[in-house]
């Protein structure tokens, strides 16, 4: 069977079309330019203002043939050609000088440096043209007769498909400067899988369950694309990779894919950052007429699996080990607003850290305790602190108010009613005396009763026990709400004028 010669020649056409670049930092010769050649079926036009990137972009798009202004802002335009000439991409492109006016030593001079024309500008769109199209034909030419040429098609084929992977991959969890790192070497990403030592960034919406039970569908949809649109934005700015979204959780990898010696700085920082956004958060929940969220956080570091997880069918860049656990356990010990890190975490980070609170714990499927420490900011370059935490002031009740409680295992209640009273209570705390020894950190659902008629007025009270009491005759300690119900807002506000 003969090959059709139309479709030849369109094959052609498709593999040597002329590609232009023009390296000008005036807007209105870029679109001057861009008018001439917009017209014509067979020219691609590409424009660049910022010199200092011009060779990147030529490496990127492979031009036929290079238009450049000779003053530039950022480097001086002779200066632009010895790099095009001594860069091994566009070492023998054609290289067309751009001038506003005619001066024969400094067209020695471009073409002594290995210009191929030299054009005032802005010259007539035939000139124009006619200059792109000769120079092309030539460059094309020599690239059809060159086998060597051949092969890097071939190669650049295999290399935009691995491209491609990368981008949909990796395009909506990383900046564009990662991905283009990615690009630029890909020998350096493994998708098999390899072990490295990673910080792992768990965030939570503390109590935002209970908040979502009450209320419609698509206001919880709100809040939390109102929430993860912020603190992406925060994630990406500090080169974090978003693992996973879990509801209203999120897992973030620092360290994976690209490996940096601070990546645990970065990790806190970012942390930082996101809880001071916070404020900018509820603010647009307060406008909108949602209950506001508050945000814990937890990170650890520590050897991981990392790579292409699945099947054949379905897989997705992740990470999988302990360490991954044990920040999803360092997380559950926060309250809202609060950040949590390892040991691990604080060593590589430094002295720059400022610890507000030091905790030991026994984490939930851990052989040992482990020491935690509760941040207040990150000094050095980051230089972001929290606000200051100032302590509830509690009210003392002249009558004390009846509670039940479970403590929580994980998101799900235990079995074991206890029973307590509120003693203190403030609309952000409360210190309860009960029989029962309650353990630092551990998180509570209350329900609550009126201390005169013995109704009850919540089942859905949730806190977590920032502090236990020693040196009183009973068993004490106080909480900290995690999150409060309308109805008991609305009694505390009644009985005690809170606000």
Excluded: W
């Excluded at 209105?28 to 691609?44: H, K, S």
């Excluded at 691995?162 to 990615?182: A, M």
């Excluded at 493994?190 to 965030?203: A, S």
Aim: with cysteine; glycine share 8%; proline share 4%.
């Amino acid at each position: 069977m003969q090959p059709n010669p139309r479709t030849a020649t369109a094959i052609k056409l498709t593999r040597h079309r002329i590609s232009v670049l023009l390296v000008d930092d005036q807007a209105m010769i870029g679109e001057a330019v861009r008018r001439m050649l917009a017209e014509e079926q067979d020219i691609d036009f590409h424009y660049c203002q910022d010199a200092t990137q011009a060779v990147k972009i030529a490496n990127r798009i492979s031009p036929t043939v290079i238009l450049q202004d000779l003053v530039m802002p950022e480097i001086e335009g002779l200066t632009l050609v010895r790099y095009f000439r001594a860069n091994p991409g566009t070492r023998d492109v054609p290289l067309i000088v751009l001038s506003s006016k005619e001066e024969a030593f400094t067209k020695a001079e471009a073409f002594a440096l290995g210009a191929n024309d030299y054009m005032v500008k802005l010259p007539d769109k035939l000139e124009v043209l006619a200059r792109i199209r000769y120079h092309s034909k030539g460059y094309i030419n020599l690239l059809e007769k060159n086998e060597a040429y051949n092969a890097l098609l071939e190669s650049q084929r295999k290399l935009e498909l691995h491209s491609q992977f990368i981008r949909k991959t990796f395009g909506r969890f990383l900046s564009d400067d990662i991905v283009e790192e990615i690009l630029g070497s890909p020998d350096g990403l493994k998708l098999g899988g390899e072990k490295r030592r990673l910080t792992v960034m768990m965030t939570d919406l503390r109590g935002f369950t209970a908040i979502g039970e009450r209320l419609p569908a698509e206001s919880v949809v709100k809040i939390i694309n109102s929430y993860l649109g912020t603190m992406t934005e925060i994630i990406l700015k500090y080169q974090g990779t978003i693992d996973e979204f879990i509801g209203d959780s999120i897992l973030v990898i620092f360290g994976a894919p690209i490996l940096r010696e601070d990546d645990a700085k970065r990790a806190v920082a970012c942390a930082v950052e996101m809880q001071i956004a916070m404020l900018f958060v509820n603010e647009r929940n307060r406008a909108s007429g949602y209950p506001e969220v508050a945000q814990g956080i937890g990170i650890n570091t520590g050897d991981l699996v990392v790579g292409n997880i699945g099947s054949e069918k379905r897989s997705k860049y992740g990470v999988v080990g302990r360490n991954v656990n044990l920040a999803s356990r360092i997380e559950s010990y926060t309250v809202g607003g609060q950040i949590l890190i390892s040991e691990s975490t604080l060593q590589d980070c430094g002295p720059i850290i400022k610890i507000n609170d030091l905790v030991e714990v026994m984490p939930k499927g851990f052989k040992d305790p482990i020491t935690i420490y509760d941040i207040g900011g990150i000094g050095g370059e980051y230089n972001l602190y929290l606000p200051q935490k100032e302590e509830s002031e509690l009210l003392e009740l002249r009558q004390p108010l009846p509670v039940c409680f479970t403590v929580l295992e994980g998101k799900h209640a235990g079995d074991t009613v206890l029973h307590g009273e509120l003693i203190r209570l403030s609309p952000e705390a409360a210190e309860i005396r009960s029989d029962f020894a309650a353990e630092r950190l551990a998180n509570l659902k209350l329900s609550l009763f009126d201390d005169e008629g013995g109704y009850e007025i919540t089942t859905e009270l949730y806190a977590k026990v920032s502090k236990t009491f020693s040196d009183t005759p009973h068993n004490m300690f106080r909480v900290i709400f995690t999150s409060v119900p309308a109805e008991a807002k609305a009694f505390f506000k009644y009985r005690y004028n809170f606000v």
